[in-house]
């Protein structure tokens, strides 16, 4: 395929996914309490900004964008450090302990998330963690998802194994050859897993739900709901706070696009 045509698919790929959100931002230039377009608006008649002045008038917006930071500043790094760990532990093993590690990870990956709210709750309730920001960052200790393990025990088993070899000769610990040696080299893998995470934890409306009752506790997905059952017909101020809730996670993508891809660039042969 020619360059051109590279670029012509890439394009239209790109709208296809951009899109919604083009049209999510344009509409929520309307006015507030207008009804939706009849059909097909590239902009709507006197397009104004007042409807994201009136979102904190129904919710504490602020307040949710705040308390989803902070657990997405902790739960992130902890996500990719536990499963950086996890995945160096099986690129290194043996091939017959990797095989039986791999299938133990790809099970619990089968294993459906509705199974684990109730055991988490009760687990959580018992350490005291329910109505706490605690309980939403929890999952990070395990990786988040086992999904998160299999990317980094590829990135890692890819490492020439003599790198891995000499650095044992020289006397290192697992935990410097994984700092190191590993880590510098399967950065893609980290930047891909840490925007996947935040994603995950920006977007979580089940957990909040679960575990918080205080409403000062609320994160960007509860204030969306709320907002919903407050306004549900005042499409303008719904797709508003659906913009400025999307815009951290678009901006931690555009972040972390460069170095993603440069790192892409300086691993391959």
Not at 72 to 90: C, K, M, N, R
Not at 128 to 147: R, Y
Not at 170 to 175: L, V
């Amino acid at each position: 395929m020619s360059t051109r045509w590279r670029t012509i698919a890439s394009a239209a790929i790109a709208l296809v996914f951009a899109g919604p959100l083009l049209f999510m931002v344009l509409a929520s230039l309307r006015r507030p309490g207008m009804a939706p377009p009849d059909g097909f608006e590239l902009l709507p008649p006197d397009p104004t900004l007042d409807t994201y002045d009136f979102v904190f008038l129904f919710i504490p917006l602020w307040r949710q964008l705040a308390n989803s930071t902070i657990v997405s500043l902790v739960a992130v790094p902890v996500t990719v450090v536990v499963a950086s760990w996890a995945g160096f532990a099986i690129a290194t093993s043996d091939q017959a302990r990797r095989t039986k590690l791999v299938a133990v990870t790809v099970v619990a990956m089968m294993v459906p998330l509705t199974a684990l709210w109730v055991p988490r709750f009760v687990i959580f309730r018992w350490l005291g963690l329910t109505d706490t920001l605690v309980a939403l960052m929890m999952p990070a200790l395990m990786a988040t998802t086992p999904f998160y393990v299999l990317i980094f025990a590829l990135a890692h088993y890819r490492v020439p194994k003599h790198l891995y070899e000499a650095a044992q000769l020289d006397g290192w610990s697992p935990f410097q050859i994984w700092h190191r040696v590993a880590s510098p080299l399967v950065k893609p893998a980290t930047f891909a897993v840490a925007v996947l995470a935040f994603v995950s934890y920006w977007s979580n409306l089940v957990d909040p739900l679960l575990y918080l009752n205080d409403t000062d506790l609320y994160t960007v997905p509860l204030g969306l709901r709320a907002l919903q059952t407050l306004e549900p017909q005042n499409f303008p101020l719904l797709l508003a706070a659906a913009v400025m809730a999307t815009l951290p996670a678009v901006a931690a993508f555009l972040a972390a696009q460069r170095a993603f891809f440069d790192k892409t660039l300086e691993v391959s042969p």
